[in-house]
């Protein structure tokens, strides 16, 4: 069984940077794609970043190019997103996301069947 739980959210300011984490347990490293995806209020959840299943890292969403970083540590089985430059627009619920062992990295939410439980990102202005 995965399990997926995200930490590091907060409340920062506009240009400020915040690194947020998923810790997975089950195998979830080395065989699953893993994506973080954000949802603000009144919106749709949406793709921010991933890595492939054999840990390279896949793409980001336009929005966050150039500003925001996915890293993963497979010795502590943790998913990192080193966010920079941040924006009262990047505030939202960040998740992460696995899914089947071996499958493709996907862009779409509906893809994916374990998440984690969100952490809270905002920022203030």
Do not use: H
């Amino acid at each position: 069984q995965v399990q997926l739980v995200e930490t590091g959210g907060g409340l920062v300011q506009v240009g400020d940077s915040l690194t947020i984490s998923c810790t997975a347990s089950g195998s979830v490293f080395g065989s699953r794609p893993m994506g973080w995806f954000r949802q603000a209020p009144r919106k749709e959840r949406e793709f921010v970043a991933g890595i492939k299943w054999n840990g390279i890292v896949g793409n980001y969403a336009d929005s966050v190019k150039g500003r925001f970083i996915i890293s993963g540590d497979n010795a502590k089985n943790t998913l990192y997103l080193q966010m920079n430059s941040l924006r009262p627009e990047d505030t939202a619920v960040y998740y992460c996301a696995t899914r089947s062992t071996y499958s493709a990295l996907s862009d779409r939410p509906e893809s994916y069947n374990y998440w984690g439980q969100g952490t809270q990102v905002t920022v203030s202005s």
